[in-house]
């Protein structure tokens, strides 16, 4: 248990679809990230967030959409997404200092695994 | 171009025996380095880190790093492999405090009994 919960842990959905993943950390971080993981590649860091303000989006597509309402929850909105997409998502935690990355480590959800047909 | 690479896709190893997964990297300053391991089917965990101070360092289960400056290296070691160590093990280096994270594509280490 690392104190990061993503749901849900597995979705398959058409390219018309849309749908959300979530992840909610207990561990009183002020900084959430997104990343997809795809086999053999680097993980691509997507979105990051910190003290719910967004500080990177890493020139990701707009059918990808995040959402912070707090510095506990992240939601990854999905629309029209592409087979392509098909990846792993992991959601991420960690305490950053105020203007910069930090040194401390990541704290990761298991992973969204997605589908998309 | 900032750059992080694990020329290793797999490495295999018997238990029992010493292993070593590689990582070197292609960043400007004085990095911070990491390694992650992944558990099938898990999230990636934090194995270790060097941020400054003794180039051999300690981390969970067993493992440890070396930080070699001169060959821009930071591989990952363990004196006596377990088949439980078998998972897909990430390099991470940030540049410098206000850089995120750059990533190694990652390499999966299989402990054979």
Same mark, same amino acid.
């Given at each position: 248990?690392?104190?990061?919960?993503?749901?849900?842990?597995?979705?398959?959905?058409?390219?018309?679809?849309?749908?959300?993943?979530?992840?909610?950390?207990? #561990?009183?971080?002020?900084?959430?990230?997104? =990343?997809?993981?795809? *086999?053999?590649?680097?993980?691509?860091?997507? @979105?990051?967030?910190? @003290?719910?303000?967004?500080?990177? %989006?890493?020139?990701?597509?707009?059918? @990808?959409?995040?959402?912070?309402?707090?510095?506990?929850?992240? &939601?990854?909105?999905?629309?029209?997404?592409?087979?392509?997409?098909?990846?792993?998502? #992991?959601?991420?935690?960690?305490?950053?200092? *105020?203007?910069?990355?930090?040194?401390?480590?990541? &704290?990761?959800?298991?992973?969204?695994?997605?589908?998309?047909? | 171009?900032?750059?992080?690479?694990?020329?290793?896709?797999?490495? %295999?190893?018997?238990?029992? %025996?010493?292993?070593?997964?590689?990582?070197? =990297?292609?960043?400007?300053?004085?990095?911070? #380095?990491?390694?992650?391991?992944?558990?099938?089917?898990?999230?990636?965990?934090? #194995?270790?880190? =060097?941020?400054?101070?003794?180039?051999?360092?300690?981390?969970?289960?067993?493992?440890?790093?070396? &930080?070699?400056?001169?060959?821009?290296?930071?591989?990952?070691?363990?004196?006596?492999?377990?088949?439980?160590?078998?998972?897909? =093990?990430?390099?991470?280096?940030?540049?410098?405090?206000?850089?995120?994270?750059?990533?190694?594509?990652?390499?999966?280490?299989?402990?054979?009994?």
């Amino acid at each position: 248990e690392t104190g990061v919960t993503q749901t849900p842990r597995h979705l398959v959905m058409g390219m018309t679809n849309k749908k959300s993943l979530k992840c909610e950390q207990h #561990l009183g971080h002020n900084a959430m990230y997104w =990343y997809k993981q795809s *086999a053999k590649k680097p993980l691509e860091l997507m @979105f990051v967030y910190n @003290f719910k303000e967004q500080t990177e %989006n890493n020139s990701v597509p707009s059918r @990808f959409s995040p959402e912070c309402p707090n510095s506990s929850h992240l &939601f990854l909105h999905l629309h029209t997404l592409q087979p392509e997409d098909s990846a792993l998502y #992991l959601c991420a935690s960690s305490h950053r200092p *105020a203007g910069g990355a930090g040194t401390g480590e990541l &704290f990761f959800g298991e992973g969204s695994r997605l589908t998309v047909l | 171009a900032q750059s992080v690479a694990q020329p290793e896709d797999q490495v %295999n190893v018997a238990e029992g %025996n010493p292993l070593t997964v590689k990582c070197t =990297y292609s960043v400007s300053g004085n990095p911070y #380095l990491f390694w992650y391991v992944q558990y099938p089917n898990r999230g990636l965990q934090f #194995l270790l880190k =060097y941020i400054t101070g003794d180039n051999l360092v300690k981390g969970s289960y067993g493992f440890e790093a070396e &930080f070699n400056k001169s060959q821009t290296s930071f591989h990952l070691k363990k004196p006596s492999a377990l088949v439980s160590d078998s998972a897909l =093990y990430f390099c991470a280096v940030r540049p410098d405090s206000n850089y995120q994270l750059i990533w190694g594509a990652g390499t999966k280490l299989i402990i054979k009994p």
